[in-house]
């Protein structure tokens, strides 16, 4: 399937309760992933409220408008589209009230990835963003969840993984006893089947929901660090860079700020201004 999907802009947008963006419309298509609170949108004679894990989706040419119900947090994306895609993206619905947990690690890793910005960081969030609509364009519902992970038949392998995922503060040996293995033992038996050791799988599971947290919430450094049980900041830190190339500050920063993807203007970079002023609400 032949298609051209560029990513021009990648913006985290947070507005405080009764801020607005007037009507306006513009050459390229605008998504609006909802991260925390709501924010009410019109656009197309139509009023919809978009809350966490909902989708605004707005075609070209079309007029919308923005305003924040409440303290709200937004991932939106500005972005082109030619093709076979062009067609159907233009036809989606204006809102979805939720997608799939796929489809929002889909954005969560398109602003990673915008944020990071290592070797081919504007090709992958095209190619994140051109998945995201081969997915909205599906029969099915775009709210499907995605399948659990498969870790086989070892429910001893079954039970530390999901111990860790709703305690990833265990050490090794909690995480060895509650499996019924003496800690050498376990470490030998889990690096063996995850191909890992368990503290760097830990950590790595620690790192992701640090990513989540200083992208998705208001928590600073110090608050990740203390949230996700490590024994000081500055080792955070340490395991945070090795695991990134960055530091949670650096990333934090990065975050904060509007991200332009695609940095050279090509022949797909549509004219005009990307973002509209923030209106106050009149006193």
Known sequence: MESNVTVHRVVRDKKKPGQYIEPHSHPFFHYLIGLAGHVRMHAAETDFIVP???????????????HSLDDSCSLNIKFTCEGCLAKPAAQLPLFLPWVGDYQQVLLKNLLEEAVLQRAGSAELVS????ELLLLLNRTESAALPAPPVDVGRNSKLKKALELIAIHPNLSVAELAAACGYHE???????????????RHYINLQKINKAKDLLLFSDC????AAEQLGFSCVHYFSRVFHQLTGITPSEYLSRGSQPVTVNVVHNS????????????????
């Open 220 to 223: 600073n450094v110090t608050q």
């Open 52 to 66: 966490p894990g909902g989708l605004a989706m707005i075609p070209p040419g079309i007029e919308h408008s923005i």
């Open 268 to 283: 797909n970079t549509p004219a005009g201004i990307f973002e509209f002023p923030l209106r106050n609400p009149a006193s």
């Open 127 to 130: 190619l994140r963003m051109y």
């Open 184 to 198: 050498n033992y376990f470490s030998s038996f889990f690096k063996e089947a995850m191909g890992c050791t368990p």
